[in-house]
């Protein structure tokens, strides 16, 4: 069985370390797979340069448009969160990505989109050779105690004007 990443806590760059990871497996010429939970906004750097890094990178996005604050999710935000989850599955089966980012997958956990047994149950089968990596804050215990490495972000300090509701800009 490959390796499982938590990065969670409530401070900025849980993402860009999962990217991190990501671009040295590219620099490999190692296979990623990026499958993005809540979100859907096209502008990001992770985004824009998927055409760049192929055929070794791909990120897809699981997420209706607009931010609509972790309240007002709905049935469509939970069926995008399933499908999300389904679409991992089917790319780990068929592609065996060496690296395979669910971005955050915790904040999809932690509001009801999706079980973290069933989480669970998908990364004990995964293949030996595939890592995953799960970001986003608030990650359940199970996931702690089920993940080989840790990492909890918090800020110390970062200047405010960066964040956005798309998160830090760079």
């Not at 900025?12 to 499958?35: N, Q």
């Not at 990650?139 to 840790?150: I, N, Q």
Request: glycine letters at 8%.
């Amino acid at each position: 069985m490959g390796y499982v990443y938590l990065y969670t806590g409530t401070g900025a760059g849980k993402t860009a370390s999962a990217l991190g990871l990501a671009l040295r497996s590219v620099g490999h010429h190692h296979s990623v797979v990026i499958i993005q939970f809540l979100k859907w906004w096209k502008k990001t750097g992770e985004y824009k340069i998927r055409d760049m890094l192929k055929p070794y990178y791909e990120i897809y996005h699981f997420g209706r448009e607009g931010w609509h604050g972790l309240d007002n999710l709905d049935e469509k935000d939970e069926k995008m969160a399933k499908e999300g989850l389904a679409f991992a599955k089917k790319i780990v089966e068929n592609k065996k990505p060496h690296l395979l980012v669910l971005d955050e997958i915790n904040l999809a956990i932690y509001c009801k989109l999706l079980d973290v047994k069933k989480v669970i149950a998908f990364l004990n089968t995964l293949p030996k050779r595939v890592d995953v990596v799960l970001t986003g804050r608030f990650a359940p215990k199970e996931l702690f105690d089920r993940a080989d490495f840790v990492n909890e972000i918090i800020d110390i300090k970062y200047p405010k004007e960066l964040i956005t509701t798309e998160g830090i800009q760079y």
